[in-house]
């Protein structure tokens, strides 16, 4: 019985980071924490979504696509780090109901710093919020490449999202209360009870598609099954063992 791979160490996160950064431009890759973010709105898509489908949104932002004469090697060690971070956040959740997500530090200077006076909606938002940020657009970045979870006609699966999303800029007047209104009714302690909040808002997501993600199709008979002592439908006159069912 082989033994499950384990998870990243925080020097392989540092170095998929550094080797995510280093990709062909003009693409922009996701850093580590929208990664992280990304393969959980994978994970909790209502459909198995294969690795080769997944994988290639995480090289840039807007969907464009890496050039032919990539380097195998750099894509190589990129690909089996993703997928043994992939598999150990599954892993996780399946066993533990938990997980710990790759998110900012609060306490670095540079996320409680405005990057500049030319963007009020960042400015506008928590502490709290612009550390969750990266992590929050990465898993809205795997809803947008990846739809079925937002169109799932459920209230449940949207209120869940905008537990979510509520850390991420509100532009329109629409998002400006949603998260108004959360903050009135399901305000957020410290950043400890946001990271809580996030996840376990994950795992709700996890739950609420599990039956759509692992739906097996059924296979319709258009006729009746036919028993072997039966007449065979060929009209043959035969029982259907010494007809059609002699194999």
Same mark, same amino acid.
């Given at each position: 019985m082989s033994t499950p791979q384990t998870d990243l160490t925080d020097a392989e996160f540092a170095e998929l980071d550094e080797l995510?950064?280093?990709?062909?431009e003009p693409l922009q890759p996701l850093d580590a924490s929208m990664l992280d973010g990304y393969l959980c709105g994978v994970l909790v898509q209502p459909r198995m979504i294969d690795i080769e489908e997944w994988l290639p949104n995480i090289f840039d932002y807007d969907g464009g696509l890496l050039p032919e004469d990539a380097d195998p090697v750099w894509l190589?060690?990129?690909?089996?780090?993703?997928?043994?971070?992939?598999?150990?956040?599954?892993?996780a959740m399946v066993e533990n109901g938990w997980f710990d997500p790759v998110v900012l530090d609060l &306490? +670095?200077?540079?996320?409680?710093?405005? =990057?500049?006076?030319?963007?009020?909606?960042f400015a506008a938002m928590s502490p709290i919020s612009r550390a969750l940020l990266p992590w929050v657009a990465g898993f809205q970045h795997?809803?947008?490449?990846?739809?079925?979870?937002?169109?799932?006609? &459920? +209230?449940?699966?949207m209120a869940a999202l =905008?537990?979510?999303y509520r850390h991420l800029p509100a532009e329109t007047p629409e998002e400006k209360e949603v998260v108004a209104t959360l903050d009135r009714d399901h305000p957020l302690k410290d950043f400890d009870d946001a990271v809580e909040e996030l996840v376990v808002t994950v795992a709700d997501l996890r739950d609420l598609t599990e039956e759509h993600r692992y739906k097996v199709e059924t296979v319709?008979?258009?006729?009746?099954?036919?028993?072997?002592?039966?007449?065979?439908?060929?009209?043959?006159?035969?029982?259907?063992?010494?007809?059609?069912?002699?194999?």
């Open positions: 995510l950064a280093t990709t062909p190589a060690r990129i690909q089996a780090l993703v997928d043994r971070r992939y598999k150990a956040l599954n892993r &306490d +670095d200077p540079s996320n409680a710093d405005v =990057a500049s006076d030319e963007d009020p909606t795997a809803c947008l490449c990846f739809p079925e979870l937002s169109e799932m006609p &459920d +209230d449940a699966v =905008a537990r979510l319709r008979r258009d006729l009746p099954k036919v028993g072997r002592n039966d007449p065979c439908p060929c009209g043959s006159g035969r029982k259907y063992k010494q007809c059609h069912g002699a194999n």
